[in-house]
């Protein structure tokens, strides 16, 4: 579906926990550079508009590749907007002044509705190649470095929900499913 947006891409449908498996795995490196992962970069910049979302990995759209995009604010309000293909995430010490981590709220594109506190790294980098396979670093504070921190976990196979205790994530299953018990497809 090609929506007017800020992206050219074409959005793609996102996959909910608990549905396709691509999602519950690590991802695979990416090892082939070429039009069709600028495309998939598009595409997932464009789904990620279409959701209303922040980030997005590929095996949010179903692709088993080590690739996320980001759109997202960073401590200071300025907006971080990248994307890395097979990223290597490093938590990185706070500067004078800054907490170690935040704990606050996070949700999901995966997990429609609910949100949960969760405490992440308040500054993080992420470093890895682009689509031609050059290196490139993303480094953020705040909901940026929270956002670089999940993307990453996507590409592990670890959903935000997989990191709170049984009872929460069973309870925030129940509300993202609503009253039919299955998640949006």
Do not use: W
Request: proline share 9%; aromatic share 4%; charged share 25%.
């Amino acid at each position: 579906m090609r929506l007017p947006g800020r992206y050219s891409g074409t959005a793609r449908p996102i996959v909910t926990y608990g549905g396709d498996p691509v999602l519950h795995r690590p991802c695979a490196p990416v090892t082939d550079f070429g039009k069709d992962l600028r495309r998939l970069v598009l595409d997932m910049f464009a789904s990620m508009e279409a959701a209303d979302g922040v980030g997005l990995a590929a095996n949010q759209i179903g692709v088993d590749a080590r690739v996320f995009v980001i759109d997202c604010p960073d401590a200071r309000g300025e907006d971080v907007v990248g994307y890395v293909v097979n990223p290597e995430l490093t938590v990185l010490e706070p500067h004078e002044g800054e907490p170690a981590e935040e704990v606050t709220e996070e949700g999901c594109l995966s997990v429609p509705g609910p949100y949960a506190e969760l405490p992440r790294a308040f500054r993080a980098r992420v470093d890895g190649v682009d689509a031609a396979g050059l290196p490139v670093s993303i480094e953020a504070t705040g909901m940026a470095a929270r956002c670089l921190q999940h993307e990453v976990d996507h590409l592990d196979g670890t959903v935000y929900v997989d990191r709170l205790p049984a009872e929460l994530r069973e309870r925030l299953l129940a509300e993202a499913a609503g009253p039919e018990g299955e998640l949006p497809a």
